[in-house]
């Protein structure tokens, strides 16, 4: 067990590395793919796009790490930006209507954390049920309404820049959560909690980890920063419609897959995370800037994804030493020929654009 | 150890460059060139369009890809740019949803093309990237679905309420003779734009060439193809002498159409109203419904780009009252709030109908 922990940790660290090294490829595959990818302005306006997801992502970190999931974010992003925009509408002051949002946030993550700890149930079944509740409610607030007209000391959350930096306010305001974060699970015990019981739930409980209690927290934690996410798309929009951020959850998640935090839970690192985002937001930006289409864009990130979790396995079984037999040859053809699709759809959506 | 990672190392390398390679067309077995180098080429072709003096790249921003209407609105921005000499590329998202949309908007604002035509997800969302375009001097139009005023310069309006009513009246006036029992079988009974028509309906049925027309009935199909269905069932057994169903909705008119085929009433009935080609082309060519209007996408695609040319141009600002050339279909003048209205709705019938997939 313990060995096994070790090499996993190692591998993690190997896999920052990587993501560092797709990185480097990527800005400089985009660099000499468009001209306009070196520019420090269109480089900052871009990333105002990912700061949601991004906020989003600190905390899906810790859900995922102990082995759950939660796929009702983007609901409670949507009914936190529904219930501030339409208590604004309704004439109330805007952080008044922020704060309440806020806490009905808290409520949202505890009916969450209620079900999956206390009752125990599986967070998949149980965050797919809030998905659809969530997004309900915000539906019966605002109905096919949207909430506008809301002030320029609000909307300077999503849209505000630092002076004449260009850098956006909300990627400091993420920059700042992602440290806290960070240090919270990497140099706290709670932090140590979190990977405990995503490598053993039962060990946890019988060494004396509060299990339940940690549990209700980061699904808590989740539901905050979601909303928090939500004020800041709203911001960003300058207006609240009930179906605002639907389906970012699934971009979350793949972020924090692709970051190297396992989905079965027990390992991860918040560098690991922020690195998934950096190299998902170049990637985009880079395709958006070459012209390729939507769809395209969805199935290189896809296919990166799965990447991400052939690599590192077949990774680990060749550390462990050459060892050719029908697994590691069939690991070996399922990574090449994902590498291989991804290079030809590539090249084959390119041929696409150009020949209109 | 310290083999065994290099052995990844090297690993990782290697898929590296088999997942950075395969983009070379020539290395489909042994790939060994870099993506970069396999598609600078190809995007320099891109990029020098869009560089080269005087040669203007417009980009038409569909809701969503994949969706015939605006597959038929980039038709017509196609014909608009050969006939200008400019090169508009239709973008868009996967789905449509703002967050998407703001995505593709700031990537094409970062490549300074010539100017955007965008059929807006969400009219607030969309302004504060609209007014960042503008300040960077790539000006923006909406089209189809607008974007608040503050983020685009003039919007291209499909159809005003008083030429859809009044025109389906008209219409149905001609197809039964200008005599005889209609029918309207509408959406909700609280759908805003269905009641507005409705209300232009009777402002020109009171006109003296259409007293021949008697308005029996106003029925709701709440959008709902099976309800719709059984209210056109219901009309025709109630008024066995009904001569027309106006439908001024998408869902309505595709069942009136059926319930008046089953019912073996064509050509005793006759269905009209608001559809689109490819739901009403069985029911044209039968002759249950063998006219009926709504605006042309294409058209919609073609105004967009003249219009951003006019403006990318110096010929208008955008401002009420300036008047500009569109092509083939005319002069338009810009109104408040700078909006253009496209014209009166287009009329599909069996001459026309093959031309339009959408």
Redesign the interface.
């Known amino acids: 067990m313990k060995l096994n922990l070790i090499a996993i940790r190692r591998g993690v660290l ?1 896999w920052e ?2 993501l560092v ?2 990185i480097i ?1 990527v800005a ?2 985009n660099s ?5 990818f070196l ?1 420090t302005s ?1 480089l900052l ?2 990333t105002s ?1 990912f700061m949601e997801i991004g906020i989003m992502m600190l905390p899906m970190v810790f859900v995922i790490a102990t082995g759950n999931i939660d796929l009702s974010i983007a609901s409670t992003l949507g009914l936190s930006a529904s219930l501030m925009g339409w208590l604004f509408m309704g004439g109330w002051d805007i952080w008044l209507a922020v704060l309440v949002a806020l806490i009905a946030s808290i409520f949202a993550g505890l009916l969450n954390g209620f079900l999956i700890a206390k009752l125990k149930l599986p967070s998949l079944a149980v965050t797919i049920g809030t998905l659809s509740f969530y997004r309900g409610l915000a539906y019966a607030l605002l109905g096919d309404q ?1 909430a ?1 007209g809301y002030p320029e000391s609000f ?1 300077f959350l999503g ?1 505000g820049t630092m002076g004449s930096t260009g850098i956006p306010f909300s990627l400091l305001i993420f920059g700042g959560f992602a440290l806290i974060f960070g240090l919270v699970l990497h140099k706290t015990t709670f932090g140590r909690y979190i990977f405990a019981i995503g490598n053993n739930e039962q060990a946890s409980r019988f060494s004396g980890v509060p299990v339940d209690r940690i549990k209700m927290i980061i699904f808590v934690l989740s539901s905050v920063m979601a909303a928090i996410a939500g004020f800041i ?1 709203a911001a ?4 609240t ?1 009930p179906d ?5 959850e699934l971009t979350v998640i793949t972020v924090t897959v692709l970051g190297g935090v396992s989905i079965f839970g027990g390992s991860g690192t918040m560098i690991g995370a922020v690195l998934a985002l950096i190299l998902v937001g170049i990637l ?2 880079g395709m ?4 390729l ?3 395209v ?2 199935i290189i990130i896809g296919l990166l994804l799965i ?1 991400s979790i052939l ?1 590192p396995r ?2 680990k079984q ?5 060892n050719w037999n029908r697994g590691t040859i069939f690991r070996l053809a399922g ?2 020929t994902v ?2 699709l ?3 759809f ?2 084959w959506s ?2 696409l ?2 020949a ?1 | 150890m310290r083999n065994k990672r290099l052995n990844l190392l090297l690993v990782s390398l290697m898929l590296l460059t088999v997942l950075a390679a395969c983009g070379d067309p020539t290395a489909t077995t042994v790939p060994v060139a870099t993506t970069a180098a396999a598609t600078t080429a190809a995007a320099a072709t891109t990029t020098a369009a869009a560089a080269a003096g005087g040669n203007k790249t417009f980009i038409l921003v569909p809701k969503a890809l994949g969706i015939p209407y605006f597959d038929t609105a980039n038709k017509g921005a196609q014909e608009a740019a050969k006939e200008l000499g400019v090169t508009v590329t239709y973008q868009g998202s996967a789905t449509a949803d703002a967050t998407q949309q703001i995505q593709l908007l700031n990537s094409l604002i970062a490549q300074k093309v010539s100017g955007l035509a965008i059929s807006a997800n969400d009219a607030d969302a969309l302004a504060p990237v609209g007014k960042a375009a503008i300040e960077q001097k790539i000006p923006v139009v909406s089209w189809d679905s607008n974007i608040a005023p503050s983020g685009r310069l003039v919007h291209i309006n499909q159809a005003n309420a008083e030429d859809i009513g009044r025109g389906q009246i008209q219409l149905i006036s001609k197809l039964i003779g200008g005599k005889g029992k209609i029918a309207i079988l509408s959406a909700t009974s609280t759908a805003p734009n269905q009641n507005t028509w409705i209300g232009f309906m009777k402002e020109e049925l009171k006109k003296p060439e259409n007293s021949g027309l008697e308005l029996v009935a106003t029925v709701y199909g709440d959008d709902q193809d099976e309800k719709s269905y059984t209210e056109a069932q219901g009309l025709m057994k109630t008024y066995p002498d009904l001569k027309g169903i106006i439908s001024p909705t998408t869902v309505g008119i595709a069942a009136s159409g059926r319930a008046v085929t089953d019912a073996k009433k064509i050509g005793q009935v006759i269905v009209t109203g608001l559809g689109t080609p490819n739901q009403m082309r069985t029911f044209v060519k039968s002759g249950a419904s063998p006219a009926f209007a709504l605006w042309n996408p294409g058209d919609l695609g073609y105004l967009s780009i003249y219009t951003l040319n006019a403006i990318s141009t110096g010929q208008i600002q955008g401002k009420a009252g300036e008047t500009f050339k569109a092509g083939k279909l005319g002069s338009y003048t810009i109104d408040k709030d700078g909006v253009v209205l496209l014209g009166k709705p287009t009329v599909f019938d069996a001459t026309n109908i093959d031309n339009f997939n959408f």
């Open positions: 190997r590395g990587l090294i797709l490829a400089f595959a000499q793919l468009s001209p306009y520019n269109n306006r871009t796009d949207a506008r909307t849209q798309l960003r929009f300058g207006s419609r605002i951020g639907t389906g970012l985009r930006f958006g800037l070459i012209n289409q939507g769809q864009q969805d990447l690599l077949f990774g060749l550390a462990s030493g050459l990574v090449v590498a291989v991804f290079g030809i590539f090249f390119r041929t654009v150009l209109r």
